[in-house]
């Protein structure tokens, strides 16, 4: 069973704080050393001092985080709301010239250990869950919601949107650095609330982003309860804050990652291309904007992958998809014909000799031009380029109870992180 309830958000006080989006920053797992920079001087109180706080020689930057996330509260820059509220998130976006909104609300979702309604899809690695614990466990707060989908067979966000937001005025707006309108309103009357509970009762949970932290939001409610096991299972670290969004809804949008994949300056780059005809009709094109285009056609009715080396971007379409059955053995048939799956044990592992999560040869970036331009400056590097994920494939997948591998889906736009923060109440 899938249970949530409504939480009271600690939020940037706006008489304090005019411009919210000098204080907002993206989830930390896409922030670069770059960008961390660049938010640590945007302003003080910017909320990468608490979410991502920089390696200082004899400081620890958890306790100082979790100092920062007290002292913000006792000096009003952030303030809590006085009752229980459901909160609805709106994202307006372009995407290719095309107008998007994706809607959905910001609840609290409660972990229970190995809930048959919850599906992950992506893999985890141990350094990021044990970074993202050390937080939680000073901070004392869900700092940001990970997202979660379901089918709204119910329409609850549709009547949401339609009943009761329409007819209000966001209490946050802010436009983000992407040109991304951010709103927030507050849904607290407690039949509404209750409506909205009980109608997600019954409801499969899908994770799109944010396994880390889930998991991490697990341990340390597995932790709390054998430390104060007559608590109540009701206590705030047994739920986590999430994101939920309509899986049907044409406002959700997945974009694929790519890989820039550094190989050995010996290698002989003709050998590659024998290799890859074995498996692969291979196209030469030498216009960027034709082989997006073709690219994203052939997508859509075969297994095709993209390359890009010596100044020439490549087509590669799969000759026989047979030919992953017998490379992948220990997988579903929705898992091996993923196109992750042919880079990864196709490429990356048969023909390259890579472990296709190996970030020393192997860097991950949602960015093709990005890929493009560090091709073009370093012999050593091939960039592969991916058609995203459907979401109906992530489904499967999920419900198969496999993973996908890590890197294997971008959802965009990324939730701000700063609008909403659901503090621990500990006694």
């Known amino acids: 069973m899938t ?9 940037y006080n706006q008489q304090r704080i005019g411009d919210l989006s000098l204080v907002v920053c993206p989830p930390y797992d896409i922030i670069s050393v ?12 910017n909320f990468i001092y608490i979410l991502l706080g920089k390696d200082i020689p004899n400081e620890d930057k958890y306790q100082r985080a979790g100092m920062y996330f007290r002292d913000w509260l006792k000096e009003g820059i952030f303030i809590q709301d006085d009752r229980p509220a459901i909160y609805f998130y709106s994202q307006r976006y372009n995407l290719k010239g095309e107008k998007r909104t994706r809607i959905g609300f910001i609840a609290l979702l409660h972990l229970e250990e190995d809930n048959p309604s919850i599906f992950p899809h992506e893999h985890t690695h141990l350094e990021p869950k044990m970074d993202r614990l050390r937080l939680l466990e000073e901070v004392k707060a869900n700092l940001s919601p990970i997202f979660v989908l379901f089918s709204d067979k119910k329409r609850i966000i549709q009547q949401i949107n339609q009943n009761y937001i329409s007819k209000k005025k966001p209490f ?16 607290d009357s407690p039949e509404i609330i209750e409506q909205i509970c009980k109608k ?15 998991e991490v939001a697990s341990i340390y409610s597995q932790k709390m309860n054998c430390l104060y096991g007559s608590l109540s299972k009701e206590d705030d670290f047994n739920y986590i804050m999430s ?13 694929p990652i790519h890989r ?20 692969f009709e291979l196209q030469p094109i030498k216009d960027k904007e034709r082989f997006y285009f073709l ?3 052939a ?24 030919i992953l059955d017998k490379i992948i053995l220990d997988k579903s048939l929705e898992y091996r014909r993923l196109n992750i799956s042919i880079l990864n044990y196709i490429i990356l592992e048969n023909i390259l000799g890579l472990d296709h999560y190996d970030q020393n040869f192997i860097t991950f970036s949602p960015d093709a031009e990005e890929i493009i331009k560090k091709v073009d400056s370093n012999d050593s590097y091939i960039g592969f380029f991916l058609n995203p994920v459907r979401v109906e494939q992530l489904i499967s997948v999920a419900l198969n109870k496999e993973r996908m591998p890590p890197k294997s889906t971008y959802f965009y736009p990324k939730l701000l992180s700063g609008l909403v923060i659901n503090k621990f109440n500990l006694k």
């Open 3 to 11: 249970k949530i309830k409504p939480f009271r958000a600690v939020i």
């Open 34 to 45: 770059t960008k961390q920079d660049y938010y640590h001087s945007l302003n003080p109180y």
């Open 172 to 187: 946050i707006s802010v436009v983000d650095e992407d040109k991304i309108l951010n709103e927030l309103w507050r849904i």
């Open 200 to 214: 997600m009762q019954d409801t499969n949970i899908f994770i799109a982003d944010g396994h880390h932290r889930y």
């Open 243 to 255: 994101y939920f969004t309509n899986i049907e809804s044409a406002g959700l949008t997945i974009l």
């Open 260 to 279: 820039l994949v550094k190989i050995d300056s010996n290698y002989n780059i003709k050998n590659l291309y024998r290799k890859l005809s074995d498996y």
């Open 295 to 297: 690219k994203e056609k």
């Open 299 to 322: 997508g859509r009715n075969e297994h095709v992958l993209g390359m890009y080396r010596d100044k020439t971007f490549w087509l590669l379409r799969l000759k026989n998809v047979k």
